[in-house]
Nanobody
Framework: QVQVVESGGGLVQPGGSLTLSCKVS????????MVWYRQAPGKEREMVAR???????FSGDDVKGRFTISRDNAKNTMALQMNSLRPEDTAVYFC?????????WGQGTQVIVAS
């Protein structure tokens, strides 16, 4: 049974930093491109950053230069280092495989950026 667990969210002031973690169990992530998504209140889920199986990274324009995605296939984990956070980064953050049949969605981790 595949399980995805996101963690590391919290309340942070504008300009602050957080590191989110994603742990997948029951399936190796090594063959998958992996993605961090976020969903803000009243908005659709959007892709934040993507890392393919070779370590090539893509970040959305909104977060480019501020967020860094990484993965550790040996630990079956993925991370999102978020710097220079802005109030508009407030959302629930999810991770999953970039695949037509993704893993079961986790609960996500809430990030709130406010002073």
């Amino acid at each position: 049974q595949v399980q995805v667990v996101e963690s590391g969210g919290g309340l942070v002031q504008p300009g602050g930093s957080l590191t989110l973690s994603c742990k997948v169990s029951g399936m190796s992530i090594s063959m998958y491109a992996m993605v961090w998504y976020r969903q803000a209140p009243g908005k659709e889920r959007e892709m934040v950053a993507r890392i393919d199986r070779y370590g090539n990274r893509f970040s959305g324009d909104d977060v480019k230069g501020r967020f860094t995605i990484s993965r550790d296939n040996a630990k079956n984990t993925m991370a999102l280092q978020m710097n220079s956070l802005r109030p508009e980064d407030t959302a629930v953050y999810f991770c999953n495989a970039d695949h037509p049949h993704p893993f079961p969605w986790g609960q996500g981790t809430q990030v709130i950026v406010a002073s």
